[in-house]
């Protein structure tokens, strides 16, 4: 299984004013730096809790059909899948058809369910990564990520202005831990 992010987010779930706020940063000096440190901070917020925060576009790539009647897609929430495109053993490429499967954005991860009546494709598969599924993720634009995720970012952001370089694990213990807690409370498992 191959997942590739194709669309990064538009925007950042915690404003460059909000963070300054949280810093308590009244200069312009430092708003690259503080920038930079917003990206970074939800990049890793999303890696440790494997979801999505702002709406992005990813591929996930399959070597084969489940033996069950669903596929899971990571990095939950789940808006939307675009396409699911497989790939046959003489290279020839198929969308499958949207009428054989079922789009299950409800659940948590979102998942993809075979229609009543409907198998997966029985063909001879391409032998790397022939299924590719195209699906958008997110809670939405910055104004729809939870609270708890946006002070996760602010956390570590703070963290990270604080302590530029290595530092005694007596200190750094504390804030990653809070930020750990936050994340903690809704990781996709």
């Known amino acids: 299984?191959?997942?590739?992010?194709?669309?990064?987010?538009?925007?950042?779930?915690?404003?460059?004013?909000?963070?300054?706020?949280?810093?308590?940063?009244?200069?312009?000096?430092?708003?690259?730096?503080?920038?930079?440190?917003?990206?970074?901070?939800?990049?890793?917020?999303?890696?440790?809790?494997?979801?999505?925060?702002?709406?992005?576009?990813?591929?996930?790539?399959?070597?084969?059909?489940?033996?069950?009647?669903?596929?899971?897609?990571?990095r939950p929430p789940l808006q939307s899948v675009a396409s699911i495109v497989y790939k046959e053993s003489d290279g020839t490429s198929n969308s499958w058809d949207t009428a054989a499967y079922i789009v299950d954005s409800d659940s948590e991860p979102g998942r993809v369910v075979l229609a009543y009546g409907e198998s997966w494709p029985s063909v001879t598969l391409y032998p790397a990564a022939p299924i590719q599924i195209t699906f958008v993720a997110g809670y939405g634009d910055a104004d729809d990520v939870p609270e708890t995720w946006k002070q996760a970012i602010k956390l570590l952001v703070a963290h990270w202005y604080e302590n530029r370089e290595a530092i005694q694990m007596e200190k750094m213990g504390e804030i990653p831990f809070a930020v750990e807690s936050l994340v903690g409370l809704d990781r996709n498992w």
């Open 1 to 74: 299984m191959i997942l590739k992010q194709t669309v990064a987010p538009a925007a950042e779930p915690v404003t460059l004013t909000e963070a300054k706020s949280h810093l308590r940063v009244d200069i312009s000096d430092d708003d690259t730096l503080i920038e930079g440190l917003i990206t970074a901070a939800r990049d890793m917020i999303e890696k440790m809790a494997r979801r999505a925060l702002i709406t992005q576009t990813w591929r996930y790539s399959l070597d084969g059909w489940p033996g069950g009647d669903e596929i899971r897609l990571p």
